[in-house]
């Protein structure tokens, strides 16, 4: 595995016009760059710990969690604890703060919504 930083991404909504760029899947493929701006948050996510990572954090009593209330739902060590809450932060998909000696992490709920935009059926329209 390449030791290699991940590409810091434009997370801002591109559109065109009034109109969200995030056509779902299932109506239109996506185009190079999209699915190149894409493919990095797959990744981080395609892996067991980051995406429970996520999850904890998701689910933690106020919309976030102190890297000290993560630490004991792994066996692991804290630096790759650490390796795993800064790829998800490279990404985007989270955000944090230092408070004293303690790291408090939270999502990026715009991020979510990006992915959830290309994965999401397309609603049906009225006529």
Do not use: N
Request: charge should be negative; glycine fraction near 8%.
């Amino acid at each position: 595995m390449s030791k290699q930083g991940l590409p810091v991404l434009d997370l801002s909504p591109v559109t065109s016009g009034d109109a969200e760029c995030c056509v779902p899947l299932a109506c239109e493929p996506l185009d190079a760059e999209e699915a190149a701006g894409l493919a990095p948050l797959f990744k981080a996510l395609g892996d067991p710990v980051r995406l429970r990572l996520l999850s904890l954090i998701a689910c933690h009593e106020g919309g976030e969690a102190c890297v000290c209330d993560l630490t004991g739902a792994f066996d692991l060590s804290g630096p790759t604890i650490s390796h795993h809450l800064k790829v998800l932060k490279q990404t985007g998909l989270i955000d944090s703060e230092r408070r004293g000696t303690w790291v408090y992490y939270w999502l990026q709920p715009q991020v979510l919504e990006r992915l959830s935009a290309v994965l999401g059926p397309r609603l049906a329209t009225a006529s």
